[in-house]
């Protein structure tokens, strides 16, 4: 039985309270979250966080998260620096790598030549941790073959979590953030994903990070989702939700024999109904009219041409933004400082009827001037009736080897960060199509003029929107899932990998998107026509062996592939047996 499906089987057997019976506003417990967020980070960690701490000591508030709006480079070694889009003059290692090694005696991947004792030695010299909860998204200017192969979250470095190609989270059980990766480019919105490794074409290099529309179809899928929740709950108040009746606390408590609620650590999982803050890198189209548009074209006068064609930005996430009516929006890519309220008069937040609206703010690159930080509270509502989990009584980080750039069984951050679960649900309907990036016909949700895909043979070849919604709507939940155990729900919410996550779900990797290429493949000096000819025949076995795409539909495939410069010679035998 899927995590989501006992959370609604128990609200139909009365294990959890009817809309009738929820939380007044009056009986909700409130946290407010000091967020620091920042703009492009290009690997300046170090000035970053130093920002932080003297916002600290001038303000006495301590900060509870960082969120980065991309470019954040999370770059290990030299080796990772091939699959990242900069010029040459830009290419450094940066600040990650040391916030990445471990205080072990493993060889740091930060290090690739020398001494091992040397190397262990500028292990210990090196390695911080992380001093804030950092979260980030994706850019263009990225490792890009790394953050592919977690391309559904997870720490990369005790501490450091990357919220995937999208992603929906909820911190220290309260705060709900969502994300979305990487920029608009029309001509990639709706190509599979390229080939890896990454690094060894330059054309699949610079694809890579492009938004593909299964990623944003995904994040619709959630916040309809959302929205219908909050509608069949009669608009209570905007972070309100379900929570167990007092007396019936032992009745759907994991630890005494049930598995119907979701458990984090000694506390039961909160099922936030709204995301409270969204993340993107590039900014949505037309949101410049929302906010000082004259003053932004005076300090950025090329900007213009975009501007009056409403193409500076995704032209698909306004109206994500409308859906989703975040209390924030934060993006960057741009390298200035903007600030835009959107209203939204259709409203289905609160009960009130009042006008609310979603804060958008863009920043800048770090650099030694203002403008690439800022800090902002944020109060969302505890609907459990207890204290929210302190940021302060997340585990120290703990001294166990890392074996293979893997991370320590536990670690700084692990418990702080969950999963949505109906996002789980999003991404299991969507595993099967994601690394194609096969879509069903425009979404009823889609903004106006939204092309539809060609993949549409057949209503089991690609992920469907418009159907995975009304399924939703018609059952009030989903049917059971076999292979989610029951007592599995904390291991896929908190998975701190994409890899764990898989796993957790019995699911094999969406290849070649989350292809594993070990570190050694990871060589601008390796045996790259092998690694190339190895993510060419993982494509092949997925699409024959998964018996999902028709002869018209793979040579479309095929073509696109060939279009962004395929290793492989197409006289190897790659057409469906």
Partial sequence: MSALHRFFTNREKGLMPKPSERITTATVPEKTFHVAVQGCSHGELNRIYAACSDHEKQTGKKIDLLICCGDFQCVRNEADMASMVVPDKYKTLGDFASYYTNLSTNVPLSTTTGNTSDQRQQSFQQHRQAPYLTIFIGGNHENSDWLAEESYGGFVAPNIYYLGHSGIIVVDEMLCIGGLSGIFKDMDYHRPYPSRPYWSQEAAKRSAYHVRRIEV???????????????????????????????????????????????????????????????????????????????????????????????????????????????????????????????????????????????????????????????????????????????????????????????????????????????????????????????????????????????????????????????????????????????????????????????????????????????????THGPAATSKATGMRALKREKTEGDLCSASDWKEVKDAVTTMGNPLSWTEDLSPT
Avoid at 237 to 265: L, M
Avoid at 407 to 415: I, M, R, T
Avoid at 439 to 461: E, K, L, V, Y
């Fill in 217 to 523: 179809q995904k994040l619709q899928a959630f916040m309809s989702i959302l929205r219908n929740e909050r509608i069949l709950r009669g608009n209570a108040h905007h972070d309100a939700a379900v929570q167990p009746k007092p007396q019936d606390v032992d009745a759907i408590n994991p630890e005494n024999g049930t598995s119907s609620s979701f458990n984090s650590a000694s506390t039961k999982f909160f099922f936030p109904l709204r995301v409270d803050i969204m993340l993107s890198h590039d900014w949505p189209a037309g949101i410049t009219k929302y906010g000082d548009e004259p003053q932004l074209l005076r300090y950025k006068p090329y900007f213009k041409d975009e501007v009056v064609r409403n193409e500076l930005g995704n032209p698909h996430t306004l109206e994500l933004l409308r859906l989703v009516q975040p209390q924030h929006w934060f993006a960057g890519h741009l390298h200035c400082f903007f600030e835009a309220k959107v209203p939204h008069r259709e409203n289905i937040s609160n009960g009130s009827g009042d006008v609310t609206s979603t804060s958008f703010t863009a920043l800048d690159k770090c650099s030694k001037g203002k403008g690439f930080i800022d800090f902002f509270d944020i109060t969302v509502s505890h609907p459990r009736g207890g204290a929210a989990r302190d940021a302060s009584s997340s585990p120290p980080p703990s001294s166990h080897t890392r074996e293979s750039g893997s991370l320590p069984s536990d670690f700084a951050g692990k418990h702080r960060i969950q999963r949505h679960p109906l996002w789980v649900e999003v991404l299991k309907a969507s595993h099967a199509y994601v690394s194609r990036n096969l879509c069903g016909p425009a979404s009823r949700r889609n903004p106006p003029g939204d092309p539809p895909t060609a993949h549409a043979a057949s209503p089991s070849g690609f992920f469907d929107l418009n159907r995975f919604v009304d399924n939703w709507n018609r059952r009030g939940g989903f049917r059971e899932c076999a292979e989610v155990a029951s007592g599995n729900v904390e291991a896929i919410l908190g998975a701190p990998t994409t890899s764990a996550l898989l796993s957790a779900l019995h699911l094999h990797p969406a290849e070649p998107l989350q292809m594993n290429i070990v570190s050694d493949a990871i060589n």
